[in-house]
């Protein structure tokens, strides 16, 4: 039995697996990490993710995050090989966010945020990477997805990202796999912006969504 995306405009699709693909929503809110999930098994998947980013929301233009937490370092040895690893830096603020230390940067030009996110800092042995702040107009929802088909990440991206966006604008997925064995047990996330686009229409989100054969 397939359950459907509960929109007229949407015409049923068999699932790839036979079964449907369930979703959990958890809110972001500004300075404040997201917890998607309830169980310890489930909680502790997630730690060990690469994957596992901070998403924060800030209104700061050209603004990015570092979680700072697990790399030993104090606010002024990550600020001092910021600065002078990145000299367009115009502000920075420390905080606190439940148990982890992050710091919210912006830059004078949007050139050093996708530098920062995919070179990051480099200290010492160790290469921070920051993630991207949405702006204060975005409603940004992290979404768990479970019973996702057994594929490659290669093939199973692009049908994430196409029926996903029927409900927003995907910002990231993420697949978990074993730590193990690097294995994908058909669980993982995507990151997603609903937030009114001009001449974008988003449906809206169910809990069990089917996603169909190329």
């Avoid at 449907?20 to 502790?44: C, E, M, N, W, Y």
């Avoid at 002078?84 to 606190?96: E, M, N, R, T």
């Amino acid at each position: 039995m397939h359950s459907t995306i509960n929109n007229p405009r949407i015409s049923p699709q068999p699932s790839l697996n036979g079964s449907p693909t369930h979703l959990h929503t958890a809110r972001i809110a500004r300075g404040k990490p997201v917890t998607i999930f309830d169980d310890a098994s489930a909680k502790a998947e997630l730690a060990q993710q690469k994957a596992n980013q901070m998403w924060i929301s800030s209104n700061e233009d050209n603004a990015i995050v570092f979680d700072i937490t697990d790399s030993g370092l104090d606010a002024a040895q990550f600020f001092q090989a910021l600065k002078s690893q990145y000299p367009s830096i115009v502000g920075a603020l420390g905080q606190d966010c439940r148990d982890r230390n992050i710091a919210i940067i912006s830059f004078d030009t949007i050139e050093d945020v996708p530098r920062a996110c995919s070179e990051g800092v480099v200290i010492g042995h160790q290469t921070l990477l920051a993630t991207p702040t949405f702006g204060g107009d975005s409603n940004i929802l992290r979404l768990h997805l479970d019973k996702l088909p057994l594929r490659r990440a290669d093939k199973l991206e692009p049908q994430v990202q196409e029926v996903m966006g029927h409900f927003g604008r995907v910002i990231h997925i993420g697949l978990y796999m074993d730590p193990q064995f690097q294995l994908f047990g058909g669980k993982g996330f995507v990151m997603l912006d609903t937030a009114p686009k001009e001449g974008i229409e988003y449906i809206p989100l169910t809990h069990k969504i089917d996603f169909c054969e190329e």
